[in-house]
């Protein structure tokens, strides 16, 4: 079913921060829905139905955190997908409008963390991804030995599969995460702002074979928000000057090779995120392997420099033997081929589970607005086509899911006249201010806001 044409309108995101109990997810969750709605021009009454994704809350958070703006009756479905659960939840959000149930939906994603490597919240039954675990430190028979924390240790597996193959090494992963720190110094948001250089990320503590601190996302705090319409309320609410188009977009979970290849690329998710991102280009009318080259600017999932490698030919930017090559060229920033995670991605922005995919697609909303000043990518609308390059997106849980999306202004773009800027009072692409009670009262629902509720919010 091919459904019908869907908008990003409006997005905010909250700073990523080190995780150290100062903020509740439902604060962080009002801070970001009230930016996104006021973005957007919208009250918390346009939206009909709401998805909220968090790894690490109880049961109800979405509802808690979204009663802030209103008690409206709407449908708040909670959310989670692990890594990939903030763009799982704009995944349905997005579809809720494209296949007519609603003509305006809300995807807010949260995370309230503990520091140091991801853990289960549940000791008293095995891990749902511990088979994925397992499946990879089997191949460390091939791949030589491995140590470290599991998820950075089964990440650095697919690195050196990688390696063995086609070549690069630690210099190579060395070279990307120092991209992506450098990159964080022009994001407000990150939790992160050093910009490392390749010696000091070598020189960091060792944390698995070949990756060391620096080149590992860290645990966060943080949230982020993205509201979804149909076209038609985007001309009815005057929104051509700023509304994003989701052209495609997709949700894929593993296949057999996961467990039955011999592959620990696969294991972490190469070839679920292969299979997605073909899906998504060709759903929007490209031919296999074609549409690439009018991609300029990309967020990917680089929860550790190891992953950024293996997931450039699985998006195909480049071919499979080819990713250390591309690192070297510099084709993932600015100056080449790819802007890759001009935000600084997971590595320096940090990586709160359910904000993280959300706030991947707010960074590439307004890269495709030019608005994101000087994390801008250039070039992006130096094209024929008025509607200028794709953004892409790509974000990945283990045990698993991925989500891929496809971004473009539409034809009907048109800059000027009032936009989220003026509404917010400054640019929030690149500068992160905190809200106020006075903003959240020009978004909250006008007949169902509850005193009770904001009387407890700390903004």
């Known amino acids: 079913m091919a459904g019908r044409r869907t908008f990003i309108i409006g997005g905010g995101c909250t700073a990523f921060i080190k995780p150290r109990g100062q903020r509740t997810t439902e604060d962080m969750g009002l801070e970001a829905a009230t930016k996104a709605l006021l973005d957007a021009g919208v009250t918390y009454d346009d939206v009909k139905i709401a998805y909220v994704g968090y790894c690490y809350g109880d049961s109800t958070s979405g509802q808690r955190a979204l009663y802030n703006l209103g ?119 990150s939790q992160f702002r050093d910009g490392w ?7 960091a503590t060792k944390i698995t074979r070949n990756l060391t601190k620096f080149m590992c996302s860290p645990t966060s705090d943080g949230a982020a928000a993205c509201i979804v319409a149909s076209e038609d309320f985007v001309h009815k609410h005057g929104l051509e000057n700023q509304a994003i188009e989701i052209v495609a977009q997709a949700l894929t979970t593993d296949g057999p090779t996961t467990f039955e290849g011999r592959s620990a690329m696969d294991v972490v998710g190469y070839a679920m995120s292969k299979q997605c991102a073909d899906q998504v280009f060709a759903d929007a009318g490209f031919a296999p392997g074609e549409g690439r080259d009018l991609v300029g600017v990309v967020e990917l999932h680089d929860c550790f420099a190891a992953n950024e490698l ?68 250039p070039g992006l609308f130096d094209i024929p086509d008025k509607r200028g390059k794709y953004g892409l ?45 006075a903003d959240v009262d020009k978004v909250k629902s006008k007949d169902a806001a509850s005193q009770y509720i904001l009387e407890r919010a700390k903004l």
């Open 310 to 377: 293996i997931t450039y030919p699985a998006l195909g930017l480049c071919k499979e033997d080819e990713a250390h090559k591309m690192v070297e060229r510099g084709d993932n920033t600015y100056g080449g081929k790819y802007v890759v995670n001009p935000s600084g991605g997971l590595e320096a922005k940090g990586h709160p589970l359910g904000a993280t995919g959300l706030g991947m697609h707010f960074y590439i909303m307004m890269q495709l607005r030019n608005w994101a000043g000087p994390m801008q990518a």
């Open 71 to 189: 008690l409206t009756h709407i449908p708040i479905v909670n959310v989670n997908n692990n890594c990939s659960t903030g763009s799982t939840a704009l995944y349905q959000a997005n579809n809720a409008v494209k296949y007519g149930q609603v003509e305006c939906s809300l995807a807010l994603g949260f995370e309230r963390m503990k520091p140091g490597s991801l853990g289960t919240n549940f000791p008293d039954r095995p891990s749902p991804t511990a088979l994925i675990g397992e499946r990879s430190f089997d191949m460390e028979a091939d791949l030589g030995e491995n140590h470290g924390p599991g998820a950075p240790r089964m990440f650095d597996n697919g690195a050196q599969e990688y390696f063995v193959k086609y070549g690069g090494d630690e210099k190579t992963l060395a070279k990307i995460a120092s991209k992506n720190h450098k990159h964080s110094l022009n994001n407000p948001y």
């Open 197 to 203: 250089s390749e010696e000091q990320i070598l020189k």
């Open 393 to 437: 997106i790509h974000n990945v849980g283990l045990g698993g899911a991925v989500v891929v999306s496809l971004l473009r202004r539409p034809e009907f773009y048109k800059e000027g006249g009032k936009d989220g800027r003026d509404r917010i009072g400054y640019n929030h692409a690149h500068e992160c201010r905190p809200v106020t009670m």
